[in-house]
């Protein structure tokens, strides 16, 4: 007998239907002799309703009361999910991500999990039930709060759920046949990946494929969680992510172009691109005039580091001849860009810049592959393909397996189907299926 820990996400669990199917699909895992644990998100677009609706009551939630307000959503599907495995004739119990022991800091909005505590679970386990997670959510060690992990966060809930109990395997259900080379929703000709590493999926999942949370990623990474993500509508085999090498047969092993690994002098099997993701939550902020001395920089991000944003790409202009000053431009995510901007000109006058321009109509796009290590004119295909498209591009910012661009957001599509069939990563199997979701 095996551990298998489900989740399913919000489109999975959309309506009544949604949720009958998907207690079918858990019982079968059952039924075949597993212990299982499901985590559940929010029924379709539930949190952002939520959302909304705090919005309505006042433009600053108070963090404690909107966290309060937001678990309420997962709380809704997983007490609905384990009447419907009842109506199976089966016996499911629901916990919180308190009675489930996820304990996390105090940060509410984007807490992090620093400890599992699952012994309800287990317990509930060993006498026959199946037990349901509410994803997304924990209580504070120190405040005893209840916390939010962060959009998307209920994938984090069943990694962590997974290492601490050591499961055999975590399967994320969702809305799309796995990991495709691009969002299928803006690329209809994105084609399905197999098997791929977990430093390739952290720096997509880093750069904005929502396919999964980027902090359950790095889970499965430090603990050696293989994550099999797939759809919850089909029986299709989905994606695996894994760092372990496949077996000859294995899910993934086909559809890779080889490329050599020159230190090691072995041929690995990964292709050279492994897809494109793109991020349209992030704002630039570009500060004019700065003179040009040591020490400005340093100024300038201090206090936007004071004022607690996490700072993407910074570029820095040549300076001009005739004031020796610069303008410095960097991106964010677009929800801290006000409180980044008042903090910057409030502190006008110690950071003697010129002016504050921000722009929160930038997207961003990302090629990400392991190969491009040993393959050079990476970059140079990828500059080729946006001229072509006739697409501007406003900065650029390179890792060893990435390089991202940001565009204007309404040039942001094209840019990425552009680059997706420049280098080649079309598919000639038929349109990508996207089930379900409103991609809200
Ligand atoms: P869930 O509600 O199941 O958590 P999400 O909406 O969070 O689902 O994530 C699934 C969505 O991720 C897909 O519907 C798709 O639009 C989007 N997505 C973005 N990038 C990718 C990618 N590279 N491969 C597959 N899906 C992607
Ligand atoms: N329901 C939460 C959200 O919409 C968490 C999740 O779906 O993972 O962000
Ligand atoms: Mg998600």
Same mark, same amino acid.
């Given at each position: 007998?095996?551990?298998?820990?489900?989740?399913?996400?919000?489109?999975?669990?959309?309506?009544?239907?949604?949720?009958?199917?998907?207690?079918?699909?858990?019982?079968?895992?059952?039924? #075949?002799? @597993?212990?299982?644990?499901?985590?559940?998100?929010?029924?379709?677009?539930?949190?952002?309703?939520?959302?909304?609706?705090?919005?309505?009551?006042?433009?600053?939630?108070?963090?404690?009361?909107?966290?309060?307000?937001?678990?309420?959503?997962?709380?809704?599907?997983?007490?609905?999910?384990?009447?419907?495995?009842?109506?199976?004739?089966?016996?499911?119990?629901? !916990?919180?991500?308190?009675? =489930?022991?996820?304990?996390?800091?105090?940060? @509410?909005?984007? #807490?992090?999990?620093?400890?599992?505590?699952?012994?309800?679970?287990?317990?509930?386990?060993?006498?026959?039930?199946?037990?349901?997670?509410?994803?997304?959510?924990?209580?504070?060690?120190?405040?005893?709060?209840?916390?939010?992990?962060?959009?998307?966060?209920?994938?984090?809930?069943?990694?962590?759920?997974?290492?601490?109990?050591?499961?055999?395997v975590?399967?994320?259900?969702?809305?799309?046949d796995g990991v495709f080379t691009?969002?299928?929703?803006?690329?209809?000709?994105?084609r399905h990946i197999s098997r791929i590493s977990t430093e390739e999926m952290?720096?997509l999942? #880093?750069?904005?494929?929502?396919?999964?949370?980027?902090?359950?990623v790095?889970?499965a990474?430090?603990?050696?969680?293989p994550i099999h993500v797939r759809?919850?509508?089909?029986?299709k085999e989905g994606t695996i992510i894994t760092d372990q090498p496949a077996a000859a047969g294995d899910l993934g092993t086909t559809n890779c172009q080889l490329?050599?690994?020159?230190?090691?002098?072995?041929?690995v099997e990964a292709p050279?691109?492994s897809g494109?993701?793109?991020?349209?939550?992030?704002?630039?902020?570009?500060?004019?005039?700065?003179?040009?001395?040591?020490?400005?920089?340093?100024?300038? !991000?201090?206090?936007? =580091?004071?004022?607690?944003?996490?700072?993407?790409?910074?570029?820095?202009?040549?300076?001009?001849?005739?004031?020796?000053?610069?303008?410095?431009?960097?991106?964010?995510?677009?929800?801290?860009?006000?409180?980044?901007?008042?903090?910057?000109?409030?502190?006008?006058?110690?950071?003697?810049?010129?002016?504050?321009?921000?722009?929160?109509?930038?997207?961003?796009?990302?090629?990400?592959g392991a190969?491009?290590?040993?393959?050079?004119?990476?970059?140079?295909?990828?500059?080729?393909?946006?001229?072509?498209?006739?697409?501007?591009?406003?900065?650029?910012?390179?890792?060893?397996?990435?390089?991202?661009?940001?565009?204007?957001?309404?040039?942001?599509?094209?840019?990425?189907?552009?680059?997706?069939?420049?280098?080649?990563?079309?598919?000639?199997?038929?349109?990508?299926?996207?089930?379900?979701?409103?991609?809200?």
């Open positions: 007998m095996s551990l298998v820990v489900q989740k399913y996400g919000g489109s999975s669990v959309a309506d009544a239907e949604s949720v009958k199917r998907v207690a079918r699909r858990i019982v079968e895992t059952k039924k #075949a002799g @597993h212990d299982v644990v499901v985590v559940v998100s929010a029924m379709g677009d539930t949190t952002d309703d939520l959302m909304d609706l705090a919005q309505q009551v006042t433009p600053l939630p108070p963090a404690r009361e909107l966290d309060m307000l937001l678990t309420a959503g997962e709380r809704i599907s997983m007490a609905v999910l384990a009447m419907a495995i009842a109506n199976l004739g089966y016996s499911a119990l629901s !916990f919180t991500g308190s009675q =489930a022991g996820v304990i996390t800091d105090e940060a @509410h909005g984007k #807490a992090r999990i620093i400890d599992i505590t699952p012994g309800r679970i287990t317990k509930a386990l060993a006498e026959g039930h199946i037990a349901i997670v509410a994803g997304f959510q924990g209580v504070s060690q120190t405040t005893k709060n209840i916390t939010t992990l962060g959009r998307g966060g209920s994938d984090t809930t069943a990694v962590a759920l997974a290492a601490a109990m050591s499961a055999d975590c399967e994320i259900y969702t809305d799309v691009a969002d299928p929703r803006i690329v209809p000709a994105a952290l720096e999942a #880093a750069n904005g494929a929502k396919i999964l949370h980027l902090r359950c790095e889970y990474r430090r603990y050696q969680i759809s919850s509508f089909s029986a490329h050599q690994d020159s230190e090691e002098g072995v041929t050279i691109i494109v993701a793109h991020d349209r939550s992030e704002a630039k902020i570009t500060v004019v005039g700065v003179p040009d001395r040591p020490g400005y920089a340093a100024k300038i !991000f201090a206090t936007v =580091a004071e004022a607690e944003a996490n700072v993407d790409m910074i570029v820095q202009n040549v300076s001009s001849v005739e004031t020796g000053c610069t303008d410095i431009s960097f991106t964010l995510p677009r929800n801290e860009g006000d409180r980044v901007v008042k903090a910057l000109d409030k502190a006008r006058d110690t950071l003697g810049f010129v002016s504050l321009q921000f722009d929160d109509h930038v997207g961003k796009l990302s090629l990400v190969g491009m290590r040993t393959n050079p004119g990476v970059s140079a295909k990828l500059f080729q393909a946006l001229s072509d498209a006739d697409i501007n591009i406003e900065m650029i910012s390179t890792s060893e397996i990435r390089i991202s661009v940001v565009t204007s957001d309404d040039q942001l599509d094209d840019a990425v189907r552009a680059v997706h069939t420049a280098f080649g990563l079309d598919s000639s199997e038929g349109e990508a299926v996207v089930y379900g979701g409103t991609g809200r």
